[in-house]
């Protein structure tokens, strides 16, 4: 089987720039506030404080379930509905099983920095 002199360029680049290649997990958002945070502590006493963040790059709007914990947690929930934020952080996928027997998912932000815009 014959091999273009292109085809073989492309796997050779691919293959030199796996070896620089880095993976991250990092997410940047700004938008507005969709409800009044919700600060909650956990059984050790950690604060754990969620919020939602509307976002519309395009004519139609994204919802992200964001978290931010400890003193982070304290400092967000002092935030209002519709206060326009910048959130900094990564992205999490937990799964757990209900009460009622059914699995469940949830991809969030977990925040390491909000800043009111």
Known sequence: MATSKKTEATVQETTSTED????YNRVELAGRLTADPE?????????????RVATNSTKV???????TWEQLA???ATLTKGAKVV???????RSWEAK???KRRATEIVASKVSAA
Do not use: N, P, W
Not at 20 to 23: A, M, P
């Open 74 to 76: 304290e400092a967000t």
């Open 100 to 102: 009622d027997g059914s």
């Open 39 to 51: 600060l909650k502590h956990t059984a050790s006493g950690k604060a754990v404080c969620r919020l």
């Open 20 to 23: 620089t290649f880095r993976s």
């Open 87 to 93: 959130v900094e952080g990564r992205i999490q996928t």
């Open 61 to 67: 709007a994204e919802f992200h379930d964001v978290v």
